[in-house]
């Protein structure tokens, strides 16, 4: 099994920056695809954005596109989500996650599928 640990939540003002991580422990998630999800108050929980195993390949959901980045270090076992232009609706908590059996490598969106989970950062983002 892998363990995921997120840090690097906070409260920010709209238009700042924030950078996520995501230590994994366990295993290793070379072999994984990995994502962030986010959940508000009320709200089901989100695709962020994911990774291919190497990081050759992203795909972000279209409120964060241009604003967020993601990437990934499998020689440190970590995952990273770097954060900018933040609006007040980006508050939520933020967790990462890993798909040990995508296929081919592809990144899925459903939460469903995603087999380990931290335990999840807030991210408040003040107007």
């Known amino acids: 099994q892998v363990q995921l640990a997120e840090s690097g939540g906070g409260l920010v003002q709209a238009g700042g920056s924030l950078r996520l991580s995501c230590a994994a422990s366990?295993?290793?998630?070379?072999?994984?695809?990995m994502a962030w999800f986010r959940q508000a108050p009320g709200k089901e929980r989100e695709f962020v954005v994911g990774i291919s195993w190497n990081g050759g390949s992203t795909y972000y959901a279209d409120s964060v596109l241009g604003r967020f980045a993601i990437s990934r270090d499998n020689a440190r076992n970590a995952l990273y989500l770097q954060m900018n232009s933040l609006k007040p609706e980006d508050t939520a908590v933020y967790y990462c996650a890993a798909d040990a059996f995508s296929i081919r490598g592809v990144i899925r969106t459903s939460p469903q599928v995603y087999n380990y989970w931290g335990q999840g950062t807030q991210v408040t983002v003040s107007s």
């Open positions: 366990g295993r290793t998630i070379s072999n994984y695809v």
